[in-house]
């Protein structure tokens, strides 16, 4: 189920519109070799929340986003459209139903030459289709 929400969520950000559409990347992890700026799937776990009828998770998401600005504001406006994006991910996907998707907690941070980081973590309540 992580494997199928990481596809999901992945794809659902791939297709949004602006100011979304703008990254030159958005991926998991490790491919970052693209200009700034791009949105990475850096890490996920995901716990046991299953019913006696039917599997589930608690998959907890974190999703960083990189950009190069002396103003801290810049970023700002694309990381709330970013948090609505991933808010308004559909309930169904193929073999699972999304019960509850919450922002969690965002933490931002300046890098060398630039380059902020803000990292935002989700956690999705998933069920297995029926």
């Keep these: 189920m992580e494997n199928q929400l990481r596809i999901a969520l992945l794809e659902w950000l791939r297709s949004a519109p602006y100011p ?14 693209s200009t700034l700026p791009w949105l990475e799937l850096v890490s996920s776990a995901s716990t046991e929340w299953g019913t006696k009828d039917r599997q589930g ?9 990189n950009t190069r600005d002396d103003d801290p504001a810049t970023a700002t406006a694309l990381v709330a459209t970013i948090e609505a994006r991933v808010a ?17 907690r965002a ?7 630039n380059i902020r980081a803000t ?12």
């Design 20 to 33: 979304i559409n703008t990254l030159n990347l958005i991926d998991e992890r490790g491919t970052s070799r």
């Design 57 to 65: 998770r608690e998959v907890r998401v974190a999703l960083e986003l």
């Design 88 to 104: 308004s991910l559909p309930s169904q996907q193929g073999g699972l139903r999304v019960v509850s998707n919450r922002f969690l």
């Design 107 to 113: 933490r931002t941070e300046r890098r060398t030459n």
């Design 119 to 130: 990292l935002m973590e989700f956690r999705f309540r998933l069920l297995a289709a029926t």
